[in-house]
Every structure is written in C-alpha cells, then in structure tokens.
C-alpha cells in the first residue's frame, strides 16, 4: 500500500538534560542532544509536506525550542503502530473515532470527505463519503454498535453512515448553521447538536424529529439573568453525561461550560464560567466534568457536577505551561483507566499529552510539529491527526 507507513518506535528513557544549561553559557561545546537525535530517526520521514493554507510560513521562535529542549521527555508507554499519509487535497484531519471493536478508525476530513482505515491490516480505506468541498466533517460518533455511525458537517448537514453495506445518507439539515460538534446518548434514541447559531438542539434517532432546542433570545440585554442562560457564541463541544440520562453538559468560545437538563426548557441550570473551549474537550464522570481550554493558562480545570463549582485548575508539575502547553483542542478520557483520572490532551502543543490528573503530572507524550484537531482512544489504541498530513496509531505497550 502506497500510502501507508510502517514504523517502529522503541522506548528510551529519561535523560538528562543539565548538560544544555552549560552549553548555552559556553563552558561546553555545543552538541545536538541525544534524545533529539532519537527522535529525528523515528520521526524524519514523517515531516508533514505542506503547511497551512496561508500565505506565510510558521516559524516556532527559537526561544521556544531552547526552553522545550531542556525539559525531560517522560518515556513512551506506547509504540507508534503505524501513520497513514493524508494527501494535500484532504486538508487535514478534523475528527476521527475509533470503533468498539477496535477493528476500524472512521476519520473525517477538511475536505468533506469521511473513510474507514483497518486499524492494522495493510488495506486500502474505504471512502464512505466523498469530499465537498468546503465542509469539513467536524464530529463524528457511533451508535452502540460498530457498523452505524453520525457524521456532522459545517454545511449544517448531519449524515447518518452505514459500513455494512456501504451508505451515507442526510439525516437531517440545520438550515444557515454550521454544525461543530455532536453527541450520542447511547442509553436514549437520541443525539445532540451544536455549531455556530449558539443552538444546542436534541433529536430522535428513531423519528428524525427535534425534541428539544436550547437557544438564547437575541433581543435579551447582555446584562440580563436570561441572557446567562445560554450561549452566546459558536458551541464546539456537547457531552451527555454518562450516568443522567437528562443531563448534558455544553461549551464553546464565549468563556461558559453549561450543564443542561432536557426537562428544564428555561436555559441551562448551571454555568461554569471560564473554559474558552474550541473543540471536543469536555469529558465527565459521576461527580465531576473536565474541561479543555484553549488559552494559555488554566486551559485543564475540574468542576463539581452538582455545584457547578470550580474544584481546581490542573497546573501540570512536570512541564512548563509557557511553551509546551497549554491551548487545548481535544481531549478525552483515556479508555484504559477505569477511574477516569487520565486524560489525553492535544492542541497547538508540541505533544499530544497523556495526563494522569490526580497526579497532575504528564504521564507520557508523542510529538507533533502542528495542531492537533482529533483524539480518540480505545483499550489498545490511540489515534490522533490534525494540520499535519498523517493519521498517527499508537498502540499501548502491556
């Protein structure tokens, strides 16, 4: 298979990086470190070949290298399985899922078209959904089995896809919205939008019908105890709670997480002010919700469910915020720790992070050299993508 590139990763271990601080006073001669050297031969030939679709080259200042060059790399606990060249027409990953049965990874991209990568087998991908151009596919989720699955788009449109036979079709369009972000209640018939208008709607799966829709009156004053009810930009984030089939909880670029309950049609029922959320980076548990923040400080912070309360900012020990973090675009739990107290992270990092948050340290990292736009994780895999042209497979050492 032409497009595909095999590649093994070996672990190293920590390193010892005191040597740089002489080296930039002078009193040793300046030497490439050796586990940079380590990764330019894992990673050479997985540069991505294009940047941005802009006119300007991006440069990292080179005193952001220096300062990410003399922190210590905690060592993989995972092995790269694989990457899968994305062509430049595709622009980017924009969401991926992998199935339950950890046998395909669906992978959605800029262009607007939607394929099925074999997680191992070296096979060809099977394109569900051509491109159009212009749309991106921004979310994708599973319906309890892995042989149905929701794709949403920024044409408003939301798909319903079938692998088995082979069929993508409109399951129902959100006229002049753009949708960002979806979610299944895999308990209930039913899933939930969010994009641009700020609406947060609800439909039956079974019926194509809107139950319920959560929208903020425009004519409110800002100032108004209404107006706090919903939001008032993009959402890029909706997540069922796993334990109350009524709750939901909801974020986007308007410095609010909400908690909602589908039989309160007032608004939401509590705010959390402060995550600027820009992507899919809400999790939660029994008593508590993550969130992920595109910012520069803060951006991982733990709320009380029931309160809605602040329970702590995650100020991560073993990494500087400054340059290797923060500005979070994705996150999820990771699906091999049944106490949820480990999350994947990624964004305009130069790692894609795994966290162990009672810690409140980095467990292990993979690098990137651009924006991370889509995680997900199994028991044995963990896929991410984004800007740069390759799907990346990590498969967990035992």
Request: charged share 25%; hydrophobic share 35%.
């Amino acid at each position: 298979m032409e497009n595909s590139k095999f590649k093994k990763v070996f672990d190293f271990s920590y390193v010892n990086l005191t040597g740089i601080r002489e080296q930039r006073r002078g009193t040793l001669p300046p030497e490439k470190p050796e586990f940079v050297e380590i990764i330019d031969s894992l990673y050479a030939d997985e540069l991505p070949k294009s940047y941005y679709a802009s006119k300007f080259k991006s440069i990292t200042p080179a005193w952001i290298v220096k300062e990410r060059l003399g922190e210590t790399i905690p060592k993989y606990k995972g092995k790269l399985a694989f990457t899968r060249f994305v062509p430049d027409s595709f622009e980017g990953i924009r969401s991926l899922k992998i199935d339950s049965k950890e046998k395909n990874i669906v992978v959605g991209y800029g262009s607007g078209n939607i394929e099925v990568w074999p997680v191992m087998e070296n096979e060809d991908p099977i394109t569900i959904k051509p491109a159009q151009k212009g749309f991106p596919i921004t979310s994708l989720c599973f319906i309890l089995d892995s042989t149905k699955f929701f794709a949403a788009s920024l044409s408003g449109a939301l798909y319903l896809c079938l692998m088995d036979p082979l069929k993508c079709t409109e399951f129902i369009k959100e006229d002049n919205n753009e949708i960002n972000t979806i979610d299944v209640d895999q308990r209930n018939p039913k899933i939930v939008t969010g994009g641009k208008d700020a609406a947060i709607r609800i439909y039956d799966i079974e019926t194509c019908k809107k139950t319920n829709e959560f929208k903020r009156n425009n004519s409110l004053s800002s100032f108004s105890n209404e107006d706090n009810r919903y939001h008032a930009l993009r959402i890029f984030a909706v997540k069922f709670h796993p334990n109350y089939p009524e709750i939901f909880i909801s974020g986007g670029c308007d410095g609010y997480a909400k908690i909602w309950d589908t039989r309160v049609s007032s608004g939401c029922v509590r705010n959390l002010g402060g995550p600027y959320i820009s992507g899919e980076a809400i999790e939660a548990n029994e008593t508590e919700i993550i969130t992920g923040s595109f910012q520069m400080k803060n951006s991982l912070q733990l709320w009380d469910v029931s309160s809605g309360k602040l329970i702590e900012n995650i100020l991560l020990r073993n990494r500087s915020s400054v340059v290797n973090g923060e500005f979070i675009n994705t996150l999820k739990y990771l699906a091999s720790d049944p106490l949820k107290n480990t999350v994947v992270a990624g964004g305009l990092s130069s790692n894609v992070e795994v966290i162990d948050v009672n810690q409140k340290e980095t467990v292990f990292r993979f690098p990137v050299t651009k924006t991370v736009l889509a995680i997900d994780n199994s028991e044995k895999y963990l896929a991410f993508g984004g800007h740069e042209h390759f799907l990346h497979v990590i498969k967990y050492n035992k």
